[in-house]
C-alpha cells in the first residue's frame, strides 16, 4: 500500500522560507512522479510543483508559472523523499499543501492524473 506523508508546514511571515517534506512508502519515489498541489480556502486545487523520472533523464522539475523563481522541487532517491523548498513566501501562498504520486502517463500538472494523495500540510503566511 501506498502511503505519503507531509511534514514541514507552519506559520511564518511574509519573505520567510520553509522546506516541506513527503516520505513516500509502498513504492519507490523515482518509479514515475511525484507532485505538489497547494488548496487555498475557497479555491481549487492547483499543481505547483512536479517531478519526473525516465530512464534517460534523472529528474526533469516542473513548476507552475505562478511559483517559479521562488519554489524548488527535489528528491533524496536514497530516503525515498520529495521536498518543496519555498523562499520568498508570500500571503497568497497559504494553503494546505498535498504531496501525490502518479503512476501512469498524463498530465504532470492535472490533479486528476495522480494516483495517491497524502493527507496535507498547513502553510500559513503572515503579511
Known amino acids: 500500500q501506498v502511503q505519503l506523508v507531509e511534514s514541514g508546514g507552519g506559520l511564518v511571515q511574509a519573505g520567510d522560507s520553509l522546506r516541506l517534506s513527503c516520505v513516500v512508502s509502498?513504492?519507490?519515489?523515482?518509479?514515475?512522479?511525484m507532485g505538489w498541489f497547494r488548496q487555498a480556502p475557497g479555491k481549487e486545487r492547483e499543481f505547483v510543483a512536479g517531478?519526473?523520472?525516465?530512464?534517460?533523464?534523472?529528474?526533469?522539475?516542473y513548476y507552475a508559472d505562478s511559483v517559479k523563481g521562488r519554489l524548488t522541487i527535489s528528491s533524496d532517491n536514497a530516503k525515498n523523499t520529495v521536498y518543496l523548498q519555498m523562499n520568498s513566501l508570500k500571503a497568497e501562498d497559504t494553503a494546505v499543501f498535498y504531496c501525490a504520486a502518479k503512476t501512469t502517463a498524463g498530465n504532470i500538472k492535472d490533479a486528476s492524473a495522480y494516483d495517491y494523495w497524502g493527507q496535507g500540510t498547513q502553510v500559513t503566511v503572515s503579511s
Open positions: 517531478i519526473s523520472w525516465s530512464r534517460w533523464s534523472g529528474g526533469t522539475p
Open positions: 509502498g513504492r519507490t519515489v523515482s518509479s514515475y512522479a
